[in-house]
């Protein structure tokens, strides 16, 4: 544990580092200029995607492991469970919603 946390601090550190030496290249006449504010909108759409997905993988496996049980008692409530099983894809759709706008705005 201490190994990954002193690999995760050296990589922060040398991003850190590397930053001001990244954005102080100059851009070509016409291109348009990528910030650091740039950088830190794309981190956060990416984060947006990757909160719903996590949330969204640990919605339905505990949800589809009671599916599993429950029908195999009562086989005929397979449709709600169906529909229990699906509600959490919610969360990946919103996570997609919000990465889009935050994107649209790069």
């Avoid at 947006?48 to 949330?55: K, S």
């Amino acid at each position: 544990m201490k190994t990954v946390l002193r690999m995760l601090t050296l990589a922060v550190a040398v991003l850190l580092a590397a930053g001001p030496g990244l954005a102080a290249e100059t851009p070509a006449e016409g291109a348009r200029q990528i910030t650091l504010a740039h950088g830190l909108m794309a981190l956060a759409a990416a984060l947006a995607v990757f909160g719903g997905a996590i949330g969204t993988a640990w919605a339905q496996s505990r949800i589809g492991s009671a599916a599993a049980g429950a029908m195999a008692e009562r086989p005929e409530i397979g449709g709600q469970m169906l529909i229990f099983l699906v509600l959490p894809e919610t969360l990946i759709i919103f996570g997609f919603l919000v990465a889009f706008f935050i994107v649209g705005r790069l």
